[in-house]
């Protein structure tokens, strides 16, 4: 049993490793070609191009943060951090997505000034500049899908740089319209694309982790549904104090009070609901509290029974969906 444990824990080493690779790799890509963009940028007075080049410092951000989450959620809990600081991730994307926001607001707002007073553009180099962008993006994409998504960082890391590819798919776009009618104000529109594209990218994290924050249910999951679930098992009479919340991303949690017939196995009873809840809904933390119903804790709301502070409905047999 403990070869097979320690042979896990190799496999998990390994798998970091991998998707530390995968993600350096990406890093290296994008950081290097967002300083020739910078300076492409200002020498060809695109606007899009430099926004692109913002963006892709979100995209760096977000590898570097993933990296360094990784690191941290390895270590074991000590201390008063029982989880650990496998949090630390969630931490960190909502910092990606409140940038990622502010940048939108200072790029739409140069977009729409360059839309009213255009400058020079050198639309061949935003050109040039464009599908080199896309080569990379590509190449940094295809890096960084190899490695495990199921991390709200490696998902972020993967969701900004699969964005950048299409605002430099735009970028070029705006260059060709540049170069074939003159009309500058291509290099604005296509900088008001990436603008929406980070929204959309800085919203869906702030989004997902204040979830996390605010101990909401995993998204896809209903408290209702699975506390009806619950009590449908034979002999449970009821269950109630049902919490669902996400320590990190991929890492649900539940907790719950549940009463059941005088003469079952409460053992048995604990057991059956962590099957469920492990096969249905994939939640392996679970703290069950298992009584046996007896008129004192039926009394729920009572001063003087044993839940006299409930936390959200009770749940009993007939109430599953």
């Not at 444990?5 to 998990?12: D, I």
């Not at 995968?22 to 950081?31: E, F, N, P, Q, W």
């Not at 506390?227 to 098992?233: N, S, V, Y």
Request: glycine share 10%; with cysteine; hydrophobic share 50%.
């Amino acid at each position: 049993m403990s070869g097979d444990a320690h042979g896990h824990g190799h496999g998990h080493a390994l798998t970091r490793e991998a998707d530390g690779r995968y993600l350096t790799g990406a890093l290296l890509l994008i950081v290097a070609f967002m300083v020739g963009e910078v300076i492409a940028g200002l020498i060809a007075h695109s606007l899009a191009l430099i926004s692109d080049a913002g963006h892709m410092l979100t995209d760096a951000a977000a590898i570097v943060v993933a990296l360094i989450a990784m690191r941290i959620a390895a270590r074991p809990p000590q201390g008063g951090f029982t989880y650990g600081l496998r949090r630390a991730e969630i931490i960190s994307a909502q910092a990606n997505g409140i940038t990622l926001l502010l940048l939108t607001a200072y790029f739409t707002y140069e977009g729409i000034r360059r839309l009213i007073t255009p400058p020079e553009v050198e639309g061949g180099l935003v050109v040039v500049i464009g599908l080199a962008g896309i080569v990379v993006n590509l190449a940094a994409t295809w890096l960084i899908s190899r490695a495990n998504r199921t991390s709200l960082n490696i998902e972020g890391a993967f969701q900004h740089v699969l964005n950048d590819l299409y605002a430099f798919i735009a970028t070029t776009v705006a260059g060709v319209v540049i170069l074939l009618t003159g009309w500058s104000q291509a290099d604005a529109l296509a900088a008001l694309v990436v603008a929406a594209l980070m929204l959309k990218a800085g919203w869906g994290l702030v989004r997902d982790s204040g979830r996390v924050f605010m101990e909401a249910a995993p998204a896809g999951m209903n408290p209702n549904e699975i506390g009806g679930r619950m009590a449908a098992l034979g002999s449970v009479v009821e269950v109630h104090d049902l919490h669902v919340w996400e320590v990190t991303s991929g890492y649900a949690a539940l907790s719950a009070h549940v009463l059941v017939d005088p003469s079952a196995d409460c053992h048995a009873i604990r057991l059956a609901t962590e099957h469920l809840l492990h096969d249905t809904y994939g939640i392996e933390h679970t703290t069950l509290q298992v009584d046996h119903a007896t008129p004192e804790l039926l009394r729920i709301g009572d001063p003087n029974s044993h839940c006299h502070d409930p936390h959200g409905p009770s749940h009993k047999p007939e109430s599953i969906a």
